[in-house]
């Protein structure tokens, strides 16, 4: 059979796999740490494994690469302004201040009112570089998966519905979150996937959506009430 159509059909089942275990894994998870590994082995390495070992190719054919960032760093720039503007709008929302930061959803043995309570720079700095460093690496893994391994892998048989596909999976996993950022998600997974064909990587839209989420972060930490 013609390796452009075992490698698709195989990236279809391991990605229907993996999105399946993690929507259950996500609504009972609730320890951090916890919550990271089984991500990053779900997200990263099982399809590394499989693209190494079952398909013997080279990363770089699933996006693994630097790509060619010259092709999309207006669009990446527009895109984050944008969401700046709309994530001060949202911030002061109540689903978006009790649900963020997400390190703190997680049961963990630090008194989280004491850190994310008032100012976590200077009542916890290394806590706070450990939540978005952890974090930094749950959504490369994410990115690579969706951006990376479903969208280059399932492109070879279906080409640019492709883009569709994996920004369906990706909506779907957003699912919990506040309602206005899960239906906004399947739009902003199609615009990552076309920014990723563009530039034949994720790694752009690691770093915009990594960028974007510790900007909400720190916008819904500050815009909390002092008193």
């Not at 698709?8 to 894994?25: S, T």
């Not at 892998?153 to 990706?170: D, H, K, M, T, Y």
């Not at 064909?197 to 690691?206: E, I, L, Q, Y």
Request: charge should be positive; glycine fraction near 8%; include cysteine.
């Amino acid at each position: 059979m013609n390796k452009n159509r075992i490698v698709p059909l195989v990236v279809f089942l391991i990605g229907a796999a993996v999105v399946a275990g993690l929507f259950r894994f996500q609504q009972i998870e609730n320890n951090y740490d916890r919550y990271i590994v089984g991500n990053v082995m779900a997200l990263l390495w099982l399809p590394m494994l499989s693209i190494l070992f079952i398909f013997r190719e080279e990363p770089s054919k699933f996006g693994f690469a630097l790509g060619n960032w010259k092709r999309v760093w207006v669009p990446l720039i527009l895109m984050f302004a944008a969401m700046c503007v709309v994530m001060a709008i949202v911030s002061r929302w109540d689903a978006y201040q009790n649900y963020y930061p997400i390190f703190r959803r997680f049961r963990y043995p630090v008194e989280f009112s004491n850190i994310f309570g008032g100012n976590p720079w200077q009542s916890a700095p290394w806590l706070a570089v450990y939540a978005f460093a952890s974090y930094g690496l749950y959504m490369f893994c994410w990115e690579f998966f969706f951006r990376g391994y479903l969208l280059f892998g399932l492109q070879r048989s279906i080409g640019w519905w492709a883009v569709l596909l994996q920004a369906l999976a990706f909506g779907l996993l957003h699912y919990g979150k506040p309602t206005s950022e899960f239906y906004a998600s399947f739009g902003a997974g199609i615009i990552l996937g076309i920014i990723a064909v563009n530039a034949k990587s994720f790694v752009p839209c690691f770093v915009l959506h990594w960028a974007a989420s510790l900007t909400l972060d720190v916008i819904v930490i500050a815009s909390r009430p002092t008193h």
